[in-house]
C-alpha cells in the first residue's frame, strides 16, 4: 500500500489493522473513481478562483486529472491493494506526475467531504438510469394496453374472482411504474445537493467559491452545513434505495404472476427463448429462470437499505461506520438495475394464450355483474349478493367474458380504462432530470 494519507512521524501501523481498516475500498472506489476525479477537477478551479492556486498550476493539475480519467477508462490506471482507496490514488497519481504541485490538490478539502461528492454524483446517475427504466416499462405496457385486450381470470386469494383482460393487467403495471418513475425524479431532487467544501463537517478557514462547484458539478443546490453534510450521508443512500426498491417490489409482484402464468397448470403466458433456460438433468425443461431471479432483486435491495439503516445508530459527525455504506449502494443498485432493465424487453416479447385464458373463466366468476344489475334495478345490494350467491351455477347463462368486460364502465376498469391518462402522465415526467 502506498503511503497513507493521514501518516505521521513516529506512528506505526499494522498490515492486518491496515487491511481491516480498507476492507474492500479499493475495490469499490472503481465505481467512484471518475466520479472523484470530475470533483477534483472542480475542487482545483474553485481553488484558482480564490486565487491558491495559479492558472498554470490549475491547467497542469486538470490535464493530469483528465489524463488519469483516460488511463482509468481504457485499464492502465488500476485502482488496486497499492492505494488505501480512490482518493488516495488520486492524489498519489498527481504527486508521482507533478511533485509538490499534486499535494496542493488536498487544499481545502477531505476524504469526507470527497467521498460525499463522488457517491452523490453516482447516485444520481442510478437514480437517471431508474427513471428511464421505468418510463421504458410503463411506455411498453400503455402500448399493449392499447393494442390487446384478452378476456382473463382476474384473482383474489389466488382463487378465480372476476372476469379480468390482459390489457387491465398491463395497464395496472403501467401506472404502478409511471409512480416509480415519478419516485426516483423526486427523490433524485431530494438528493440533488453539493457537500463538495464541507471538508470534515466544520468547514474550513477558506473563502471556497461553493457556489461555483455546485454549478461546475450540475447540481441543482449547495448543501448548506457542514454538519448536515455528514448526517445526510446514508439518509440519502436510503433515500435512493427505497426509491429503487418501489420498483423492484413492483416488478417482485409481476415476477410473481408471470411464474403462475408460465406454468401448465394456467398456461396463460409463453416467454420468449432468451428469457428461459434448460435442465441440466431434464430434457423436457425450460425454466423460467429470469423471472425467478428477477423476483429475487428485492431481497438484496432491501438488504442494502436495512445494512445503511443499522449503521446509522451514529451521533453527528463523521464516523468511520459510514464506510460500509458504499458497498450496500454498490451491490443494492446492480442487482435492482440488473433486474429491471430486463422488464421492458420481457413485456414486449411475452405472449399470451387467449384460448387457456377463455376457458380458465367460469359462469360463476360472471356473480358479480348479476348481482350489481340486480342492484342497479333497484333491489338492495346486500340482498342482490345473496340471490347471485344462491344461483352461481347459473349466474353466467348467456354471458360471455367480452359483455361482462363491457358492462365495466366504472373509471379505470375493462370498459373505460383511461389508457390516454396514464400516457398523459407518463408524457408529463421529465424526460431527463438533471
Not at 498490515?15 to 475495490?27: E, H, I, K, N, P
Not at 443499522?310 to 464516523?319: D, H, N, R, T, V
Not at 360472471?366 to 334495478?377: F, S
Request: proline fraction near 3%; hydrophobic fraction near 45%.
Amino acid at each position: 500500500m502506498s503511503d497513507l494519507l493521514w501518516q505521521k512521524a513516529g506512528v506505526q501501523s499494522d498490515q492486518r489493522v491496515m487491511r481491516f481498516l480498507a476492507g474492500d475500498d479499493v475495490l469499490l472506489d472503481r465505481e467512484f473513481f471518475l466520479h472523484d476525479i470530475e470533483a477534483s477537477k472542480a475542487h482545483v478551479e474553485g481553488l484558482l478562483r480564490i486565487n491558491l492556486l495559479t492558472d498554470e498550476e490549475s491547467q497542469s493539475l486538470v490535464r493530469e486529472l483528465d489524463v488519469l480519467a483516460a488511463d482509468f477508462g481504457a485499464g492502465t490506471f488500476v485502482l488496486d491493494e497499492r492505494f488505501e482507496d480512490g482518493h488516495s490514488a488520486i492524489e498519489a497519481r498527481l504527486i508521482d506526475r507533478l511533485g509538490a504541485l499534486g499535494g496542493k490538490v488536498h487544499t481545502g478539502r477531505s476524504r469526507n467531504d470527497q467521498i460525499l461528492v463522488a457517491t452523490r454524483l453516482w447516485l444520481k446517475q442510478r437514480l437517471r438510469d431508474l427513471h428511464e427504466i421505468c418510463r421504458n416499462v410503463a411506455r411498453v405496457c400503455i402500448e399493449r394496453a392499447e393494442r390487446e385486450c384478452w378476456p382473463m381470470p382476474g384473482y383474489t386469494h389466488l382463487q378465480r374472482a372476476v372476469v379480468s383482460s390482459t390489457a387491465m393487467w398491463f395497464a395496472g403495471i403501467a401506472e404502478s411504474f409511471v409512480d416509480n418513475a415519478w419516485r426516483a425524479q423526486q427523490t433524485l431532487a431530494l438528493i440533488d445537493a453539493n457537500p463538495l467544501g464541507t471538508a470534515a463537517g466544520f468547514g474550513v478557514n477558506l473563502a471556497l467559491d461553493r457556489e461555483f462547484t455546485t454549478q461546475r458539478l450540475g447540481f441543482a443546490r449547495m448543501q448548506v452545513s457542514p454538519i448536515y453534510a455528514q448526517l445526510s450521508r446514508g439518509k440519502f443512500e436510503m433515500a435512493a434505495l427505497e426509491a429503487l426498491a418501489a420498483a423492484v417490489l413492483d416488478l417482485r409482484r409481476l415476477a410473481w404472476d408471470l411464474s403462475l402464468f408460465t406454468t401448465s397448470e394456467y398456461g396463460f403466458v409463453n416467454l420468449p427463448g432468451i428469457f428461459t433456460t434448460g435442465s441440466s438433468i431434464m430434457p423436457n425443461k425450460r425454466n423460467p429462470d429470469v423471472i425467478e431471479l428477477m423476483r429475487a432483486s428485492y431481497a438484496s435491495v432491501a438488504a442494502a437499505r436495512t445494512e445503511i439503516e443499522q449503521l446509522l445508530s451514529l451521533p453527528s459527525g463523521y464516523q468511520r461506520d459510514l464506510q460500509v455504506s458504499k458497498g450496500a449502494i454498490v451491490h443494492g443498485f446492480h442487482r435492482g438495475l440488473a433486474a429491471l432493465e430486463l422488464l421492458p424487453d420481457l413485456l414486449a416479447g411475452m405472449e399470451w394464450n387467449a384460448d387457456a385464458m377463455r376457458k380458465a373463466i367460469e359462469p360463476a366468476m360472471h356473480a358479480t355483474d348479476v348481482a350489481i344489475e340486480a342492484a342497479i334495478a333497484g333491489m338492495p345490494f346486500r340482498e342482490a349478493y345473496r340471490a347471485a350467491a344462491d344461483s352461481t351455477g347459473s349466474a353466467g347463462a348467456g354471458r360471455t367474458p367480452e359483455s361482462s368486460l363491457a358492462a365495466r364502465t366504472s373509471p379505470g376498469a375493462a370498459a373505460d380504462p383511461r389508457i390516454a391518462q396514464l400516457r398523459e402522465r407518463l408524457n408529463g415526467l421529465i424526460r431527463s432530470p438533471a
